[in-house]
């Protein structure tokens, strides 16, 4: 009989979520405002910031995923 690993628990699983989430905010903000020094407006800093944070987060959870946390 071969045992299947163990599900990662509830809890543990939000938190890799909202750590996942936390880093890619920090990459959202940092790629905001190094594209804001290139002297673009605003809105298109967001738009950069928001793209970097959507392919950090689906970057994260792949690797979350990949290890077994999600």
């Given at each position: 009989?071969?045992a299947?690993?163990?599900q990662?628990?509830?809890?543990t699983?939000?938190?890799?979520?909202?750590?996942?989430a936390?880093?890619?905010l920090?990459?959202?903000l940092?790629?905001?405002?190094?594209?804001?020094?290139?002297?673009?407006?605003?809105?298109e800093?967001?738009?950069?910031?928001?793209g970097?944070?959507?392919?950090?987060?689906?970057?994260?959870?792949a690797?979350f995923?990949?290890?077994?946390?999600?």
């Amino acid at each position: 009989m071969v045992a299947q690993p163990a599900q990662p628990v509830r809890t543990t699983r939000i938190l890799a979520v909202l750590l996942a989430a936390s880093l890619g905010l920090v990459v959202a903000l940092v790629a905001g405002i190094l594209v804001s020094t290139t002297g673009i407006s605003l809105a298109e800093a967001f738009l950069y910031g928001g793209g970097a944070f959507a392919m950090s987060m689906t970057l994260f959870l792949a690797a979350f995923s990949a290890v077994g946390l999600v």
